[in-house]
Protein backbone atom coordinates (compact mmCIF):
# COMPACT_ATOMS: atom_id res chain seq x y z
CA UNK A 1 0.00 0.00 0.00
CA UNK A 2 1.64 3.52 -0.99
CA UNK A 3 1.95 5.80 1.50
CA UNK A 4 0.82 9.62 1.06
CA UNK A 5 5.14 10.38 0.55
CA UNK A 6 4.79 7.91 -2.13
CA UNK A 7 1.57 9.21 -3.59
CA UNK A 8 2.56 12.95 -3.48
CA UNK A 9 6.33 11.58 -4.74
CA UNK A 10 4.38 9.84 -7.81
CA UNK A 11 3.12 12.66 -8.98
CA UNK A 12 6.39 15.48 -9.11
CA UNK A 13 8.57 15.37 -12.29
CA UNK A 14 11.33 13.80 -10.65
CA UNK A 15 13.44 16.30 -12.51
CA UNK A 16 15.81 16.28 -8.57
CA UNK A 17 16.93 19.73 -9.58
CA UNK A 18 16.26 20.99 -5.49
CA UNK A 19 14.52 24.08 -6.98
CA UNK A 20 12.01 23.20 -4.34
CA UNK A 21 14.47 23.50 -1.83
CA UNK A 22 14.76 19.61 -0.42
CA UNK A 23 17.60 17.27 -2.14
CA UNK A 24 15.51 15.84 -4.85
CA UNK A 25 11.91 14.80 -4.92
CA UNK A 26 11.27 12.81 -2.22
CA UNK A 27 12.49 14.33 0.19
CA UNK A 28 10.13 17.34 -1.39
CA UNK A 29 7.31 14.63 -0.80
CA UNK A 30 8.31 14.05 2.63
CA UNK A 31 8.20 17.96 3.59
CA UNK A 32 4.48 18.22 2.22
CA UNK A 33 3.40 15.31 4.58
CA UNK A 34 5.14 16.46 7.50
CA UNK A 35 3.95 20.20 6.71
CA UNK A 36 7.22 21.27 6.51
CA UNK A 37 6.77 22.23 2.46
CA UNK A 38 3.96 23.74 0.53
CA UNK A 39 2.14 22.38 -2.31
CA UNK A 40 3.77 25.38 -5.01
CA UNK A 41 7.98 24.66 -4.76
CA UNK A 42 8.12 22.34 -7.96
CA UNK A 43 8.93 24.88 -10.96
CA UNK A 44 9.10 21.69 -13.15
CA UNK A 45 6.07 20.02 -12.24
CA UNK A 46 4.13 23.95 -12.49
CA UNK A 47 0.52 24.90 -12.05
CA UNK A 48 -0.23 21.51 -13.48
CA UNK A 49 1.76 19.79 -10.64
CA UNK A 50 -0.07 21.93 -8.05
CA UNK A 51 -3.11 20.96 -8.99
CA UNK A 52 -2.83 17.44 -9.04
CA UNK A 53 -0.90 17.91 -5.54
CA UNK A 54 -4.20 19.97 -4.61
CA UNK A 55 -6.28 17.49 -5.69
CA UNK A 56 -4.29 14.44 -4.07
CA UNK A 57 -4.31 16.48 -0.75
CA UNK A 58 -8.02 17.87 -0.70
CA UNK A 59 -6.73 21.52 -0.81
CA UNK A 60 -6.79 24.68 -2.69
CA UNK A 61 -4.42 25.45 -5.38
CA UNK A 62 -1.95 27.69 -5.00
CA UNK A 63 0.17 29.68 -7.44
CA UNK A 64 3.93 28.76 -7.92
CA UNK A 65 6.08 30.30 -5.19
CA UNK A 66 8.36 32.75 -7.15
CA UNK A 67 11.27 31.96 -4.21
CA UNK A 68 11.62 28.78 -6.35
CA UNK A 69 11.86 29.64 -9.52
CA UNK A 70 9.32 30.23 -12.54
CA UNK A 71 7.35 28.05 -14.40
CA UNK A 72 8.97 27.52 -18.32
CA UNK A 73 9.21 24.73 -20.69
CA UNK A 74 10.91 21.58 -19.79
CA UNK A 75 14.97 21.29 -21.61
CA UNK A 76 17.21 18.52 -22.00
CA UNK A 77 20.90 19.92 -21.45
CA UNK A 78 23.34 19.32 -24.59
CA UNK A 79 27.01 19.33 -24.34
CA UNK A 80 28.67 21.26 -27.27
CA UNK A 81 31.50 18.62 -27.41
CA UNK A 82 33.58 20.71 -29.38
CA UNK A 83 34.18 23.02 -26.62
CA UNK A 84 34.18 20.10 -23.54
CA UNK A 85 37.71 20.37 -21.36
CA UNK A 86 36.68 17.23 -19.90
CA UNK A 87 36.63 18.82 -16.38
CA UNK A 88 33.83 16.05 -15.36
CA UNK A 89 32.15 18.77 -12.48
CA UNK A 90 28.96 18.47 -15.32
CA UNK A 91 29.16 14.77 -14.26
CA UNK A 92 29.60 15.35 -10.62
CA UNK A 93 26.34 17.06 -10.39
CA UNK A 94 24.01 15.44 -12.11
CA UNK A 95 21.39 13.72 -10.28
CA UNK A 96 20.79 10.87 -12.25
CA UNK A 97 24.03 9.98 -14.37
CA UNK A 98 22.69 11.03 -17.04
CA UNK A 99 26.27 12.43 -18.46
CA UNK A 100 28.65 10.47 -19.43
CA UNK A 101 32.69 10.92 -20.22
CA UNK A 102 35.95 10.52 -18.71
CA UNK A 103 38.66 13.04 -17.00
CA UNK A 104 39.74 15.59 -19.85
CA UNK A 105 38.43 13.43 -22.77
CA UNK A 106 34.49 14.69 -24.27
CA UNK A 107 31.42 14.67 -22.37
CA UNK A 108 28.04 13.85 -23.69
CA UNK A 109 24.20 13.74 -22.41
CA UNK A 110 21.95 10.69 -22.63
CA UNK A 111 19.08 13.08 -23.65
CA UNK A 112 16.33 9.62 -22.89
CA UNK A 113 18.02 9.93 -19.26
CA UNK A 114 18.29 13.99 -19.03
CA UNK A 115 15.75 15.05 -16.66
CA UNK A 116 16.09 18.54 -17.57
CA UNK A 117 17.14 19.56 -13.73
CA UNK A 118 20.25 22.54 -15.25
CA UNK A 119 22.17 21.54 -13.15
CA UNK A 120 24.78 21.18 -14.82
CA UNK A 121 24.74 24.85 -16.63
CA UNK A 122 26.34 26.58 -13.49
CA UNK A 123 29.43 23.38 -13.29
CA UNK A 124 30.38 23.99 -16.59
CA UNK A 125 33.46 26.42 -16.46
CA UNK A 126 33.82 26.57 -20.22
CA UNK A 127 29.70 27.18 -20.99
CA UNK A 128 29.72 24.46 -23.48
CA UNK A 129 26.52 23.10 -22.30
CA UNK A 130 23.07 24.79 -24.20
CA UNK A 131 19.35 23.75 -22.69
CA UNK A 132 17.22 22.64 -25.96
CA UNK A 133 13.35 21.51 -25.70
CA UNK A 134 12.48 18.03 -24.09
CA UNK A 135 10.25 16.38 -26.50
CA UNK A 136 6.57 16.57 -25.28
CA UNK A 137 6.54 12.44 -24.96
CA UNK A 138 9.21 12.74 -22.54
CA UNK A 139 7.84 15.62 -20.37
CA UNK A 140 4.29 13.31 -20.18
CA UNK A 141 5.56 10.06 -19.94
CA UNK A 142 5.24 8.75 -16.51
CA UNK A 143 7.75 5.65 -17.57
CA UNK A 144 10.38 8.24 -18.18
CA UNK A 145 10.06 9.64 -14.40
CA UNK A 146 10.05 6.13 -13.24
CA UNK A 147 13.41 5.79 -14.67
CA UNK A 148 14.81 9.11 -13.25
CA UNK A 149 13.97 8.15 -9.58
CA UNK A 150 15.77 4.70 -10.06
CA UNK A 151 18.76 6.31 -11.52
CA UNK A 152 18.74 8.69 -8.63
CA UNK A 153 18.27 6.39 -6.03
CA UNK A 154 20.78 4.33 -7.42
CA UNK A 155 23.39 7.20 -7.56
CA UNK A 156 22.21 8.40 -4.00
CA UNK A 157 22.83 4.67 -2.84
CA UNK A 158 26.39 4.67 -4.60
CA UNK A 159 27.21 7.86 -3.33
CA UNK A 160 26.55 6.87 0.41
CA UNK A 161 28.15 3.49 -0.22
CA UNK A 162 31.11 5.63 -1.60
CA UNK A 163 31.23 8.61 1.87
CA UNK A 164 31.21 5.14 4.03
CA UNK A 165 34.17 3.03 2.61
CA UNK A 166 35.83 6.97 2.71
CA UNK A 167 35.22 7.10 6.26
CA UNK A 168 35.99 3.22 7.11
CA UNK A 169 39.59 4.01 5.02
CA UNK A 170 40.07 7.27 7.10
CA UNK A 171 39.24 5.70 10.62
CA UNK A 172 41.80 2.88 9.41
CA UNK A 173 44.47 5.11 8.70
CA UNK A 174 43.86 7.47 11.81
CA UNK A 175 44.00 3.71 14.34
CA UNK A 176 47.15 3.00 12.21
CA UNK A 177 48.74 6.60 13.04
CA UNK A 178 47.35 6.30 16.36
CA UNK A 179 49.16 2.94 16.52
CA UNK A 180 52.44 3.91 15.27
CA UNK A 181 52.54 7.13 17.52
CA UNK A 182 51.75 4.61 20.76
CA UNK A 183 54.85 2.67 19.44
CA UNK A 184 56.90 5.70 19.55
CA UNK A 185 55.61 6.98 23.13
CA UNK A 186 56.14 2.78 23.94
CA UNK A 187 59.62 3.07 23.30
CA UNK A 188 60.66 6.27 24.49
CA UNK A 189 59.09 5.61 28.13
CA UNK A 190 60.64 2.37 27.98
CA UNK A 191 64.04 4.06 27.23
CA UNK A 192 63.54 7.07 29.76
CA UNK A 193 62.90 3.99 32.34
CA UNK A 194 66.33 2.00 31.41
CA UNK A 195 67.69 5.51 32.29
CA UNK A 196 66.11 5.45 35.76
CA UNK A 197 67.31 2.58 36.80
CA UNK A 198 70.09 2.55 39.55
CA UNK A 199 73.40 1.61 37.96
CA UNK A 200 75.29 -1.12 39.34
Do not use: W
Request: hydrophobic share 35%; glycine share 6%.
Amino acid sequence: MPTLADRIDALLPQTQCEQCGYHGCRPYAEAIVNGEADINQCPPGGSEGIAKLAALLGCAPLALNPENGEEKPRTLARIVEAECIGCTKCIQVCPVDAIVGANKLMHTVIADDCTGCERCVPACPVDCIVLEPMPPEQVNDPAHADVARAHFQRREARLAAQQTQREAELAQRKAQVHNASQSVLDALARAKARKQEPKP
